[in-house]
């Protein structure tokens, strides 16, 4: 796949997983200099990484919720927490997750992912 191939696909998948409207406003709000990073993290990330075929979506969500949890890297956690709903992680396993991190990565990092997700809980309603 080469690399406009690549930028097609993960706009495909960033716009299944983060939702049309967020990827939208990301790029209609990126400048000029933004907008280098903007299609990187389009083509790399969402493109070779989240394109490929051996994780399922739900998988790669779950993952990365563990990943930014354990790395306290809270917004975009709150990101992927939407993006984890769209892709069928539920609340259960996303509790199992957290208390993963809490052993394996600390309790402060896991109370952290427990109140970023009871908070965008109660903005998406679920």
Known sequence: MDLDQMFEQGMETR????????????????DE????LQKFVTTHAWGACWGREGLD???RSMLNLA????????????LHLVGALNNGVT???MAEIFI???TYAGFPA???AFKVAREVFKEQGV
């Open 15 to 30: 716009k299944k997983v983060l939702g049309k409207e967020y990827v939208e406003n990301s790029f209609n709000n990126a």
């Open 33 to 36: 200099f933004s907008m280098i």
């Open 57 to 59: 979506l739900k998988t």
């Open 67 to 78: 990943m930014l949890s354990a790395m306290g890297r809270e917004h975009e956690l709150r």
């Open 91 to 93: 609340k259960n396993e």
């Open 100 to 102: 993963q991190v809490a």
């Open 110 to 112: 896991a109370v952290t």
